[in-house]
């Protein structure tokens, strides 16, 4: 199975920050890199797919690109409601499997 | 407006079965593979189960292959995951979720609100 390493676990920004969330994956995805948002009490949301396409009606500010082996998301600007847990998925290969999610404080 | 609503979550018992279902509307459901993806209160998501457009390609975690079955009735929009000899490991919250894709490698783009399994005695 491909393992998904997300750093950090969770971080302590201020809005208006900018912040960077990285996955890891234990062998090459490709492409085949997404990722969701979840806050609390709530369905995990996509916001990018494919490294880097934006989903329809997320933000700008939200980012996806490939550094080497690894992948980041960007938020460019933290918005109050961007407080949240972010998690990486990888579907190059079955089955699925998702990091453990960064959690993104105040 | 798509709707994915599931039902069947409850206590059970360790051991013992039981058949989730999600109600899907709001989009074609016949076009497109469905997922089932769980969450343990604080933890992580797993996927568990996946079922392609038609329902002949069908894929499983390891940790639930042998005794869950994940099926799908294109004619009522109607996905359903079969639990057989539930374990306490298996208590979570179970989403129901649309694939973007016709089979089961691809990406999440619709979630339910999830059902809740308990297992316990």
């Known amino acids: 199975d491909i393992q998904m390493t997300q750093s950090p676990s969770s971080l302590s920004a201020s809005v208006g920050d900018r912040v960077t969330l990285t996955c890891q994956p234990s062998?090459?995805?490709?492409?085949?890199l997404n990722w969701y948002q979840q806050k609390p009490g709530k369905a995990p949301k996509l916001l990018i797919y494919?490294?880097?396409n934006l989903e329809t009606g997320v933000p700008a500010r939200f980012s996806g690109s490939a550094s080497g082996t690894g992948f980041t998301l960007t938020i460019s600007s933290l918005q109050p409601e961007d407080f949240a847990t972010y998690y990486c998925?990888?579907?190059?290969?079955?089955?699925?499997?998702f990091g453990g999610g960064t959690r993104v404080e105040i | 407006e798509v709707q994915l609503v599931e039902g069947g979550g409850t206590l059970v018992q360790p051991g013992r079965s039981l058949r989730l279902s999600c109600a899907a509307s709001g989009f074609s459901f016949e076009d497109f593979a469905m997922h089932w993806v769980r969450q343990i209160p604080g933890r992580g998501l797993e996927w568990i189960s996946s079922i392609s457009w038609s329902g002949d390609t069908i894929g499983y975690a390891d940790a639930v292959n042998g005794r869950f079955t994940i099926v799908r009735e294109n004619a009522k929009n109607t996905l359903y995951l079969q639990m057989n000899s539930l374990t306490v490991d298996d208590t979570a919250l179970y989403y129901c979720?649309?694939?973007?894709?016709?089979?089961?490698?691809?990406?999440?783009?619709?979630w339910g609100q999830g059902t809740v399994v308990t297992v316990s005695s």
């Open positions: 494919d490294v880097s």
């Open positions: 062998q090459d995805v490709m492409k085949y």
């Open positions: 998925q990888q579907y190059a290969k079955m089955p699925l499997t």
């Open positions: 979720v649309k694939s973007r894709q016709q089979y089961g490698r691809g990406y999440f783009d619709f």
